[in-house]
C-alpha cells in the first residue's frame, strides 16, 4: 500500500517527543503503522488466557493526559496497520483529540460468538477479555478520562463491538460500528450509546437472520437497540451526500442512539477520498464514518 510505505517512512523519520507516555520496556516494542510525525505509535503486548497478544497505540506527540480513549476493532482479513490508514481515525490522535488503539485478532479474525469468525472463533479465543484487558492497559500507558472510552469496529469487529458491550457494558461511553449488525440480542443489556451503519447494498448485513435487505437489518438491530436504551419518540433526520443520519436523544441514562444508513454503499467503508487502503468507498469528508462516528462517540460521557 503506497499511503502506508509514506506513513511508515514518516514515523521512521520523528524523533520521540519527550511528552510521550512512558511504559515498561518489556511491554512496549516499536511499530510500524500508518502514523504521521504528528503522532507515537508503539506496539503494546498483553497476554490474555495464556496467549501473547498485541495492539497498536497511538497518541499525539505532545501527548497530555485526560484524552479519551478510541478502540477500533478491524475488519477479518486485514491488519491493524491497514485497519489505521482504512479507517481514517488517525487525524483526531493528530490534532491531540484522542488517543487510539488498534488491537490484533488472532489471525486476524475476531470470535464474535455464535459461530462468529474464522480462526478465532473455531478456536474459542477469548476476545471479549482481550479487548477489555486493551482498555485497562492503553488508559494506564495514555493516562486516558475513564469517562470518555469508545469503541469502534468493522464487519467481523463490529459483531466483537456487540458482544463486547453486551459483556462489559459499563466500560464504554459509547459504540460506533460499519457493516454488521449484532448476531444475538443482548438480554438485561444495560444502557450504552450507540451508532449502526451500513450500506444498503450490503450483502453480508443482508444475510444476517435472514433479512430482505441490509436496510431491514439494520432497522431491527436499530428497534432493538431503542428498547435497550428505552429511546422516546422520534429520531431528528439529516441528509448528507448517500447518508441518511437519525439520531435519537433523550434515551436512558443519558445515551443516545444513530443509525446511519448509506445509500447505494456495499460493504466496503467510507472514507473522506479515494485512498489505496483495501475495501473502501470514497464519499464527502462529512460523510466519512471517521467523521460521523467521531461526532457522535465525543459526545457520550460515562456519568
Known sequence: MACLAAFVTLAACAAPAASAPSAPAAHTAPAQPAV???????????????????????G???????????????GRGITAQQESARTGFLPYAQRGL???VYPSGISQSWNAGHGCCGV????GVPDTAFV????SDASRYFASDPRRVYLVGYSNGAKLSFEEVCAHPGIFAGIATYGAVPL??????????????AGTADPLVRAEHGSPSATAALAQAISQWQRRD???????????????????TGCAAGTQLASAVYNGLTHYWPTAGHISAPYTTAVSEQAAAATVMWDFLSRQRLT
Do not use: M
Open 36 to 58: 504521521t510525525a504528528a503522532t507515537t505509535t508503539v506496539q503494546r503486548h498483553l497476554t490474555v488466557a495464556g496467549t501473547k497478544r498485541t495492539y497498536l497505540a497511538v
Open 98 to 100: 484522542a488517543d487510539i
Open 120 to 123: 478465532a472463533g473455531r478456536e
Open 132 to 135: 477489555t484487558a486493551v482498555v
Open 60 to 74: 499525539p506527540s505532545l501527548h497530555h493526559k485526560g484524552l479519551p480513549l478510541l478502540v477500533v476493532l478491524h
Open 230 to 248: 428505552s429511546c422516546p419518540g422520534a429520531p431528528s433526520t439529516s441528509h448528507t451526500g448517500p447518508l441518511t443520519l437519525s439520531t435519537w
Open 184 to 197: 444475538a440480542d443482548c438480554p438485561g443489556g444495560e444502557p450504552v450509546s450507540a451508532l449502526l451503519a
